[in-house]
């Protein structure tokens, strides 16, 4: 039976377009892990020039997941959460400080149960190497059976590894970033792991991912995690909300990154304006949405009084994804052209606009025609930035649907 691990890198440093090609060039470099596949649930973008290339395209941060064609072995899913910026709040007494945002590259695949080191080794050099791109403070890598019984273990806490409120548990293999080095010097040893380049410490507590806990094992009870606590303790393995004493702190993690932007107070007044102007934007762009959708929603009902309203198929084939509204404008043209649907130009600009403006919560449907038959596209709005679309039709225009997609 295969064994499903997971693999998890947390950073807080600056997620620069130098750092994320060097991110894509780490993922590259395993073409058995890399995604042919990046986007939304489910990514649809082909990776055709390699991660480095795509990660160096792209703007701002980083929210991609990624996956490999199921043809290929292993299958592996990617989940890249990569920040490249400060944010300024509020602290105690008004005070003004630095929060820097969290990043999280974690990816999942499989092994056989019986693996090999070869089939393991990949697990290990990929978080070395990734884990100095990123700049990590931590990771792991566990089996699912472990990082599920997180979950029996911190029934009051949060049940996942943080910077701040604990490490949770001592998992097969684990990244200890320069700032866990420094903080417990017993980590730079030889015997207790292996260096990166960065400095960091890649400690390997099994031979093999460990299935899981056994029947009324106790938390960091089992026998091959006991040689790794004596080095630690039991403090930064725990979890709880609130600041771990036992973690380095904030400062610690960032010390070592070479991208960070140095912060003045003097700074402090362009950031508020800044905001100010950044949440001014936002207002006027949702009233832009709301007369957008007010307009194209009354036009199209207009239109829609003036048009026949064709008959679906008794038992229609239905097709459904999820789509971000800005996406919506190249799939309705992509569909309207390999369809040949049956709409004027007015009307399809005005459905166009109702679809990619439609307010959170709210949905509808229409009924067209088409030279693959009558069908019907509904869509539904989770958020202000994304939509469920969906069609019912013929066996045909289904699958057209999915080729336009």
């Not at 693999?7 to 780490?26: D, N, Y």
């Not at 701040?164 to 001592?170: E, H, R």
Request: glycine share 8%.
């Amino acid at each position: 039976m295969p064994v499903e691990i997971h693999l998890t890198l947390l950073s807080m440093h600056h997620q620069t377009r130098r750092r994320r090609g060097e991110i894509g060039a780490v993922i590259d470099r395993f073409p058995q892990f890399a995604p042919d596949r990046v986007g939304g649930d489910p990514p649809r973008q082909r990776v055709t020039e390699g991660m480095e290339t795509l990660l160096r395209s792209i703007e701002g941060p980083v929210d991609l997941i990624g996956a490999r064609d199921r043809r290929h072995r292993p299958d592996a899913i990617w989940f890249l959460d990569l920040a490249d910026e400060e944010w300024w709040v509020g602290g105690r007494d008004g005070e003004e400080r630095v929060l820097r945002a969290q990043s999280t590259i974690s990816m999942v695949s499989t092994v056989t149960e019986a693996a090999s080191e070869d089939q393991l080794q990949p697990f290990v050099r990929l978080m070395a190497e990734l884990g100095d791109a990123v700049g990590a403070a931590y990771g792991f890598a566990c089996s699912e059976e472990q990082l599920i019984a997180q979950d029996r273990w911190h029934p009051d806490g949060p049940a996942r590894p943080s910077l701040t409120w604990g490490l949770c548990d001592i998992f097969w293999l684990q990244y200890f970033g320069p700032a866990f080095v420094a903080r417990y010097p017993a980590l730079a040893h030889e015997e207790v792991g292996e260096r990166t380049p960065r400095g960091a410490v890649i400690h390997r507590a099994a031979d093999a991912p460990p299935r899981g806990p056994a029947p009324g094992e106790r938390h960091l009870g089992a026998s091959w995690k006991q040689s790794f606590l004596a080095v630690l303790g039991p403090e930064p393995f725990g979890s709880r909300v609130g600041t771990n004493p036992a973690l380095p702190e904030d400062e610690e993690y960032i010390a070592d990154d070479a991208e960070r932007t140095p912060v003045s107070p003097s700074l402090l007044d362009d950031v508020q304006e800044l905001r100010a102007e950044a949440e001014r934007r936002a207002e006027i762009r949702e009233q832009e949405r709301a007369e957008a959708y007010r307009k194209g929603r009354i036009r199209r009902l207009s239109l829609d009084s003036r048009r026949p309203v064709p008959m679906l198929p008794s038992r229609p084939r239905e097709w459904s994804t999820n789509v971000d509204a800005d996406e919506v404008t190249g799939f309705w043209k992509r569909l309207r052209r390999d369809a040949e649907v049956v709409v004027s130009g007015p009307y399809s600009g005005a459905l166009l606009r109702e679809i990619a403006n439609c307010p959170e919560g709210v949905g509808g449907s229409v009924t067209l025609d088409s030279a693959a038959g009558p069908f019907e596209l509904a869509w539904y709005a989770d958020d202000h930035e994304s939509l469920i679309l969906s069609v019912r039709g013929r066996e045909r225009f289904v699958r057209i649907a999915d080729r336009s997609f």
